[in-house]
C-alpha cells in the first residue's frame, strides 16, 4: 500500500532557529500533500495545503512566512519552522492524496517538535 | 468547520464488538464518510470509507443509514491495540481537504 515518510521523528531545537521536516511519498507521487498540527489532548489542525510546483494555500490564521512550506517534487513536501519559539511545540503530521484512489489520504508517522 | 459529531470517548471490553456512532447530518450527495483512527502519537491510519452502501473490510465494518445522515463503525472483535482516537470525516474522494473533529477516544478494557 501507500507510504509516506516523515522526518525527523522527533526534534529539540533552541528558540530563534529554524527546523525543517520533509514528508515523502515513497511509492506513489502526490500533487497535493497536506501539513496538520496536532497539541496535546487534541485534534489535527490542517495548517496548509502544499500543490507540487506552486505556492501553498494556508488555512486561516496559520502564518505562511513562518511555516513555510516546499513542494518542489511530486514526492517531496518540507515545511520549515522558521523563528522557533516555545509555543510551536507541537506534533507536525504530513499527509499525501495518492491520485487514483477513493481513499487517497495517507498520512506520515509525524514529527515531534520540541523548543527550548 | 468538521462536518461530524462523535460521542467523545467509548469504553469496550476486549473481545466485544465496538460501535463507534458519527453523526453528518448535513452530508452532500457525492461525500463519502471516511473513517481514520490514530493511536498515541502516530499519524492517522485509514479505516473504511462509503458512500451509501454498507461497506466491510478486513478491519472493520461501515454501516450508512438510508438518510446518511449517520454511520456507525463496527470493529467485530475489539483488542487492546484498538485503542486509539477514531476520527470520522466526510468529504469528496479527490481533491478535497480533511477536516479533523474531535474524534471519539476507544479505550478497549480487558
Known amino acids: 500500500g501507500a507510504v509516506v515518510s516523515q522526518h525527523p521523528s522527533r526534534v529539540i531545537c533552541k528558540s530563534g532557529t529554524s527546523v525543517k521536516i520533509e514528508c515523502r511519498s515513497l511509492d506513489f507521487q502526490a500533487t497535493t500533500m497536506f501539513w496538520y498540527r496536532q497539541f496535546p489532548k487534541q485534534s489535527l489542525m490542517l495548517m496548509a495545503t502544499s500543490n507540487e510546483g506552486s505556492k501553498a494555500t494556508y488555512e486561516q490564521g496559520v502564518e505562511k512566512d513562518k511555516f513555510l512550506i516546499n513542494h518542489a517534487s511530486l514526492t517531496l513536501s518540507t515545511l520549515t519552522v522558521t523563528s522557533a519559539h516555545p509555543e510551536d511545540s507541537s506534533f507536525y503530521i504530513c499527509?499525501?492524496?495518492?491520485?487514483?484512489?477513493?481513499?487517497?489520504?495517507?498520512f506520515g508517522s509525524g514529527t515531534r517538535l520540541t523548543v527550548v | 468547520d468538521a462536518k461530524t459529531t462523535q460521542p467523545t470517548s467509548m469504553d469496550c471490553a476486549e473481545g466485544r464488538a465496538a460501535n463507534l456512532p458519527c453523526n453528518h447530518s448535513?452530508?452532500?450527495?457525492?461525500?463519502?464518510v471516511y473513517w481514520y483512527r490514530q493511536i498515541h502519537s502516530q499519524g492517522p491510519q485509514y479505516i473504511i470509507h462509503?458512500?451509501?452502501n454498507n461497506e466491510t473490510n478486513e478491519m472493520a465494518s461501515l454501516i450508512i443509514t438510508e438518510d446518511r445522515k449517520s454511520s456507525t463503525l463496527i470493529l467485530p472483535h475489539a483488542t487492546l491495540r484498538d485503542t486509539a482516537v477514531y476520527y470520522c470525516?466526510?468529504?469528496?474522494?479527490?481533491?478535497?481537504?480533511?477536516?479533523f473533529g474531535q474524534g471519539t477516544e476507544l479505550s478497549v478494557k480487558p
Open positions: 462509503g458512500l451509501k
Open positions: 448535513t452530508i452532500s450527495g457525492n461525500e463519502y
Open positions: 470525516i466526510v468529504n469528496l474522494p479527490q481533491g478535497g481537504k480533511l477536516i
Open positions: 499527509s499525501a492524496e495518492q491520485t487514483g484512489l477513493d481513499y487517497g489520504y495517507t
